[in-house]
């Protein structure tokens, strides 16, 4: 998921995996891509949100595995009060575009960042 205020996007760094990364997670049986994108995160960042928009889908091979992750957007006008899990997520903070790139970033989010996020799938 990619919240964004203004043009600042929330990045998270999980406690299991290095980098900087969108807040996301696994899809449980019998949940929509959504839902289980709303259920993370409340459950990472305390957040609970109605709805996200739609932002395409995308099939590749990260953390050596093949995947596909469903890419959801979320749009604030002011920043959230965040509540991490110490968890999962260790670390979050929003990031302006011009500093994405000198961060050490995650597959799916660069991914995202260079789109478009509709792929075919291989």
Known sequence: ????????????????????????????????????????????IGLVVPAL???GVAYGMWDGRRDHVHFF?????????????NREIVAARF??????AQLSLAGPLVTYLHGPHRQKQP
């Open 1 to 44: 998921m990619a919240v964004y205020v203004g043009s600042d996007l929330l990045l998270v760094r999980p406690s299991y995996r290095s980098g900087w990364h969108l807040l996301g997670g696994g899809i449980k049986r019998g949940e929509t891509p959504e839902a289980a994108a709303r259920r993370e995160i409340e459950e990472e």
């Open 53 to 55: 928009i739609p932002a």
């Open 73 to 85: 957007e979320l749009r604030l006008n002011d920043t959230p009060k965040l509540h991490l899990d």
């Open 95 to 100: 990031i302006r575009p011009s500093e994405l």
